[in-house]
């Protein structure tokens, strides 16, 4: 396993990880590649598997992800919900 090196290769990999342990997938969170495409893709996720995994992020990284923000693009990829997380994430340490 590789240690992630910085703070986003940090929440990269979480967000990996809730993905993994919330679809209960049985695989290393480092096969899930950064880029791929989460729906239709390698990971396949469906509409109630995004809800787990809506819960899954906002238990994680002790937020709440308000329904304006809850579109389709945000979970194209590991890389856009890192992405997500990160500036939400960085608002409340700045507030």
Same mark, same amino acid.
Do not use: C
């Given at each position: 396993?590789?240690?992630?090196?910085?703070?986003?290769?940090?929440?990269?990999?979480?967000?990996?990880?809730?993905?993994?342990?919330?679809?209960?997938?049985?695989?290393?969170?480092?096969?899930?590649?950064?880029?791929?495409?989460?729906?239709?893709?390698?990971?396949?996720?469906?509409?109630?598997?995004?809800?787990?995994?809506?819960?899954?992020?906002?238990? !994680?990284?002790?937020?709440?992800?308000?329904?304006?923000?809850?579109?389709?693009?945000?979970?194209?990829?590991?890389?856009?919900?890192?992405?997500?997380?990160?500036?939400?994430?960085?608002?409340?340490?700045? !507030?």
């Amino acid at each position: 396993m590789n240690t992630p090196q910085t703070d986003y290769e940090a929440i990269e990999y979480r967000v990996k990880e809730v993905i993994v342990e919330t679809l209960e997938l049985g695989i290393d969170p480092e096969e899930i590649g950064t880029e791929d495409q989460l729906f239709g893709g390698g990971v396949g996720l469906n509409s109630m598997a995004t809800i787990e995994i809506i819960v899954g992020i906002e238990k !994680a990284f002790d937020l709440q992800i308000p329904d304006e923000d809850l579109r389709v693009e945000l979970f194209d990829s590991v890389k856009t919900m890192a992405g997500y997380v990160r500036v939400v994430v960085g608002s409340h340490e700045t !507030a």
